[in-house]
């Protein structure tokens, strides 16, 4: 299973009476597949993983794998805090025909290193490739690199996506882990990309898919100066996505690009007035709305 190139973690669009916009949905896949995103995660964080039930995330990983015509990679979020859960969610995403699952540390519980490797083999033992998403500042828990390198060596674990913005830990997972290593951090990705990892699942890239995947590639092929200009482009936007909670700001984009509406479940919510105005305005100067 080949994982690299430019993968969006797409929004979940709701309807303003908050239920989930399936029609919105099934425009944004078509839209990511013909502007050529390397792949598509839904249900993840960015796509408001934790308000959504799991026959939602189920009918929304149809969507995506009717409407990517498997011209793309289909992955889904199978990752929660308990492990039988997140077992049969990977059963079912198999038995549904995604192409791979990613997988969560464990959040909340904060188990040990043990305890986490535990979890990740018996999801393993599913036999749907794995993405291991490690985010510490989500999650609570930072894996050691040891633990790293043994979830990586289960049989169904092709990648991880490394959003713990420890760019020498970064470093020592690529040196020493057969796995592929995948940006979760869009403000990072230049310098993760440079130190040869495989490519990324951005948030950004729901708004620029086709600019973005023509980033990565350039970095692919260590065309780092013209890379860092194409890059740099978007700073500003990148920086302005992250100024509260995701994906509170990424989503309010996409709204304004006039692709959803932009509405949240709680505890999310929309973006602040003086947010909402820096992104209308990078967006503006960007000619994206």
Known sequence: MDFSGSMVAIITPFTQEGDVDFKAFENLIRWHVQSGSDGIVCCGTTGESPTLTEKEKLDLLQICIQNSKGKIPVIMNTGTNDTRSSVRLTQEA???GADAALAIVPYYNRPTMEGCFAHFQEMDRVGLPLILYHHPKRTGTLLSLETIQKIGALPSVYAIKEASSDLSLAKQIKESCEIAVLSGDDSLTPEMMKMGCSGCISV?????????????????????????VLHEKYRTL?????????????KYAVFLSGKCHSTFRLPLLEPGSKTKEKIAIELTRLKLI
């Open 94 to 96: 198999k038995k549904l």
């Open 238 to 250: 990148i920086d302005c996505l992250s100024l509260e909670t995701n994906p509170q700001c990424i």
């Open 204 to 228: 950004i890239g729901n708004l620029i898919p086709k600019e973005y995947r023509e980033i990565i590639q350039t970095f692919q092929r260590k065309d780092f100066k013209k890379a860092d």
